[in-house]
């Protein structure tokens, strides 16, 4: 994908390992473990309904807002360990993230376009027949629709879901994880490995299947343009458009 990413006379060469790569998606989980966790625990202790600590903690309405904020907040935590780690040996350009692609404008456009589409019709068929009567990401959606209608928290929403989340994980994923398994495998074997990493620490078993494929949509987009910043564009046009139409 880069030439310069695996150069062998570059001082940082090693970078980015898959011990490293995984350190990271493993300090995805806990941040985000560790700050629902916190979120939660202070929203049942400021509560005063009386209700019990355990069906406040099930109940969709009450742990919206906590949740989407502690996912907020973790994701800024590590967009900033993110930087402090990138900024090192020229690393934020050797991802692609300081440059655009290496295709045309047409080309990359195109692309973009035509592997979403192939990913949309694929999870659109799975939804639809492959498992009818299953609602992926239940709990999720529940709680998006429990989450109450004020202007300030659909621009939270929004913010978090079509703009925070495309740009932390396409870091991870693409930046990261795929490029550090595309030292040891083939490009195929890296994307392939990236989504189901992707898909796998989004924890529905229902959903996999359509996370892995959109995962692999992007690990490929990644694998011909070279860039991370048409990921994330692509990423947060394809997040936003999904709110915006449901």
Do not use: C
């Not at 069906?55 to 590590?78: E, M, N």
């Amino acid at each position: 994908m880069t030439e310069d990413l695996h150069d062998a006379s570059h001082p940082d060469n090693r970078f980015p390992t898959i011990l490293g790569a995984l350190g990271w998606v493993v300090i995805f989980l806990v941040l985000q473990i560790v700050a629902g966790v916190m979120a939660l625990g202070i929203a049942i202790g400021m509560d005063k309904s009386g209700r019990d600590p355990m069906a406040l903690a099930r109940d969709p309405s009450f742990i919206a807002a906590p949740t989407i904020l502690s996912l907020v907040a973790s994701s800024l935590v590590l967009l900033g360990l993110f930087w402090l780690h990138l900024r090192k040996e020229d690393r934020a350009f050797r991802i692609g993230l300081m440059r655009w692609s290496q295709l045309s404008l047409i080309q990359t456009v195109g692309l973009a376009i035509g592997l979403i589409a192939l990913g949309l019709a694929f999870n659109h068929l799975y939804a639809n027949y492959v498992i009818p009567d299953i609602k992926v990401q239940e709990a999720l959606r529940k709680m998006f629709e429990a989450l109450p209608d004020t202007p300030l928290n659909t621009v939270i929403l929004f913010v978090a879901i079509a703009g925070i989340a495309p740009l932390l994980e396409e870091i991870l994923f693409r930046g990261l994880v795929q490029n550090a398994l595309a030292k040891k495998l083939p490009a195929w074997g890296a994307i392939l490995g990236a989504s189901a990493i992707f898909g796998a620490v989004h924890m529905d078993y229902h959903a996999f299947p359509a996370l892995m494929v959109m995962g692999a949509v992007f690990g490929i987009l990644y694998h011909k343009t070279g860039s991370l910043r048409v990921n994330i564009v692509a990423h947060m046009v394809n997040n936003g458009a999904a709110l915006l139409l449901t």
